[in-house]
T-cell receptor, first 110, second 117 residues
């Protein structure tokens, strides 16, 4: 059973702080990893993807991948109330099928 | 770029009827599309992989005769929920696979909320 694990939260951070979201995966064959943001009642929106070990930065977002530890994380700098959503981690396996975690709910407080 | 649409955005139907949901990639061609279902407060569950010009591949536990998938063109896949029942009420979301510039990603449609009375 291929699994992607996330803490369901809620993770509460004050506005302007750094939010750190974590994810572990069980399938060592997974090669690419994705972070999606999902607002309540809406479909997921792609934020970032990462294929290689290390960090990848895009604006306020940084994705980190450690394949040896089977660990993926997403950092959100200068968190804004509009960042409040559920963040889904996904690992891609064969034929690009995605296995999703259950998501971490982030709350950015004023 | 990478815009995916779904129609309808919501539908209410009576038990026993069939409902068709369309998924379109608007600005790219997608040989592969995926259909997911999401129940409240749960994550996305992959139902099936839709391949243009061939039969869909269903995940374990998903009834292929109940959830009919047709991927007739590079920009359109349809999911038909046949003889829908209240337990089929859910949020159905499609995604389209985009392979571009060395990256292989999925972009999601806005989803279709199905309510079966």
């Amino acid at each position: 059973q291929k699994e992607v694990e996330q803490n369901s939260g809620p993770l509460s951070v004050p506005e302007g702080a750094i939010a750190s979201l974590n994810c572990t995966y069980s399938d060592r064959g997974s090669q690419s990893f994705f972070w999606y943001r999902q607002y309540s009642g809406k479909s997921p929106e792609l934020i970032m993807f990462i294929y290689s070990n290390g960090d990848k930065e895009d604006g306020r977002f940084t994705a980190q991948l450690n394949k040896a530890s089977q660990y993926v994380s997403l950092l959100i700098r200068d968190s804004q109330p509009s960042d409040s959503a559920t963040y889904l981690c996904a690992a891609a396996g064969t034929a690009s099928k995605l296995t999703f975690g259950t998501g971490t709910r982030l709350q950015v407080t004023l | 770029g990478a815009v995916v649409s779904q129609h309808p955005s919501w539908v209410i139907c009576k038990s026993g009827t069939s409902v068709k949901i369309e998924c379109r990639s608007l600005d790219f061609q997608a040989t592969t599309m995926f259909w997911y279902r999401q129940f409240p407060k749960q994550s996305l569950m992959l139902m099936a992989t839709s391949n243009e010009g061939s039969k869909a591949t269903y995940e374990q536990g998903v009834e292929k005769d109940k959830f009919l998938i047709n991927h007739a063109s590079l920009t359109l896949s349809t999911l038909t929920v046949t003889s829908a029942h209240p337990e089929d009420s859910s949020f159905y979301i499609c995604s389209a696979r985009s392979i571009s510039g060395g990256t292989d990603t999925q972009y999601f449609g806005p989803g279709t909320r199905l309510t079966v009375l």
